[in-house]
């Protein structure tokens, strides 16, 4: 145990089935840090609360001390902090290790068990290794993908579910998703654009100069269009959005061989288009929302139906939570995997994640934040989503974005735990 800044701290490290189908097989590591407040002289006569983390492809929060949601949480719970399979510590997924399961069909083959569902299981055997009949969960975008698969799969588990912004569709295919997140960006950019105009003349500049003109990153990657609307990925937050206006701030520099994009620039886009820390969620984004069929590259096939959002366009639009073949094709990190996503992508046999009839017979208190104008969970499809589950109580906000608990999250995770708590 670490103690430090208000804040004891354990690692746990566990065993799990690569297949939990079957156990006696290979296994990996997930790790997980348990977190408790000071002010607390015995903290395990607490309750228990599992983090399930945004992604696919995130690792777990790394706490320098007890602030945002997690102070909140500490006062009245032991907080698991979990490293979702392949993420963090637990054992890892990424171009340096997946070559040792093989050619790329292998590798396909490891990845197929990195989903939600097998995310639950780890954690049920998590939850019995510590000895813990039930906990509460709070999870977060991706997060509350896998607290609905838990719903589905090992209710008797849990005592209350707290979600924001992570309500998915039960039945919606891929490219429904992606056609939803489409109009939502596309709302979401004309949204910004009204509030800084000017911003999009200085867009307009970038595009058109880099139709020109070969610009370098500072890690060598030449400089595309496509990469450049990866700043989209700042419209998705509620404070957040006003930092993309910073950098469209000295976007150009006088050089001795003219005007060129900024080192400043470039590296602000570099930090957008960089998949080094978490590849996982290139490979892995459109699986979870695979249900039987493949998802087969959905965000770049509903593309066409949205040509304002093509790099061809005169001046295109930010792009957000989409992944495309060619991440795969130009990204020095990725490229090793373009095989391996290329199966995945075509993989027809994903397992149901939801379960819609143990779903609507739930009888576990559940809290779900829906932010109307996210960009990145439809609000739409997260009502019809509410709609059938029963017990399930929504509050729908505009005062918020996808990233709402990095805003206020202790008001947000207190709204949640209230609302279950009147549930009981």
Request: proline letters at 6%; charged letters at 20%.
């Given at each position: 145990m ?29 790790f ?7 002010e ?13 983390q945004?992604g ?12 945002g ?8 719970f ?8 392949g ?20 590798q ?11 995310i ?10 510590l ?13 509350g993908f ?28 891929a ?10 960006m ?5 949204e ?61 520099v006088?050089t001795p ?5 900024s ?27 695979g ?11 509903v ?8 790099p ?9 939570e ?16 373009e ?11 994903w397992?149901?994640?939801?379960d ?39 509050w ?26 009147n549930a009981?």
């Open positions: 670490s103690v430090f800044r208000g804040m004891n701290t354990t690692e746990h490290y566990f065993l799990v089935p690569l297949d939990h189908h079957k156990p006696q097989g290979e296994s990996i590591t997930v997980a840090r348990e977190v408790a407040s000071t607390h002289e015995d903290p395990t006569t607490l309750p228990w609360l599992l983090f399930l945004g696919p492809g995130g690792k777990s929060p790394r706490p320098g001390s007890l602030s949601w997690l102070a909140e949480a500490t006062k009245t032991r907080v698991l902090l979990l490293d979702q399979r993420t963090g510590l637990s054992t890892p997924a990424n171009r340096q290790t997946l070559p040792l399961r093989g050619d790329a069909a292998a396909a083959s490891y990845l197929i068990h990195f989903r939600a569902d097998s639950v299981r780890d954690a049920e055997v998590i939850r019995e290794a000895g813990i009949e039930t906990w509460s969960t709070f999870g977060q975008s991706y997060g896998c607290t609905l698969s838990y719903l589905s799969m090992a209710p008797q588990s849990l005592d209350r579910c707290l979600i924001t912004g992570g309500l998915a569709s039960l039945s919606a295919d490219r429904t998703v992606y056609r939803a997140t489409y109009a939502r596309a709302a979401r950019n004309e910004y654009f009204a509030w800084y105009p000017l911003d999009r003349e200085v867009l307009a500049k970038i595009i058109t100069h880099l139709r020109h003109t070969v610009e370098h990153l500072p890690n060598g990657r030449v400089l595309t269009v496509p990469m450049v609307q990866m700043l989209g990925q700042y419209l998705g937050g509620n404070t957040r959005v006003h930092l993309l206006h910073t950098v469209f701030e000295g976007v150009f006088p061989g003219g005007q060129r994009l080192d400043t620039f470039l590296a602000e886009v570099q930090e957008q288009a960089d998949r080094v820390s978490n590849p996982l969620y290139a490979l892995m984004h459109e699986s979870i929302y249900q039987g069929e493949a998802t087969n590259w959905a965000a770049e096939a593309l066409e139906e949205f040509p304002a959002f093509s061809t366009a005169e001046v295109p639009l930010l792009t957000g989409m992944v495309y073949r060619w991440y795969f094709e130009e990204d020095p990190v990725l490229r090793p995997l095989e391996t996503a290329r199966i995945v992508a075509e993989h027809w046999g397992a149901p994640l939801y819609r009839e143990v779903l609507a017979e739930n009888t576990v208190p559940v809290a779900a934040a829906v932010y109307t104008d996210d960009v990145y969970v439809d609000r739409d499809l997260s009502l019809e989503t509410a709609a059938a589950v029963a017990g399930l109580r929504v729908e906000t505009d005062e918020f974005h996808h990233d709402g608990i990095g805003d206020d999250g202790p008001m947000i995770f207190n709204k949640l735990l209230e609302m279950t708590n009981e």
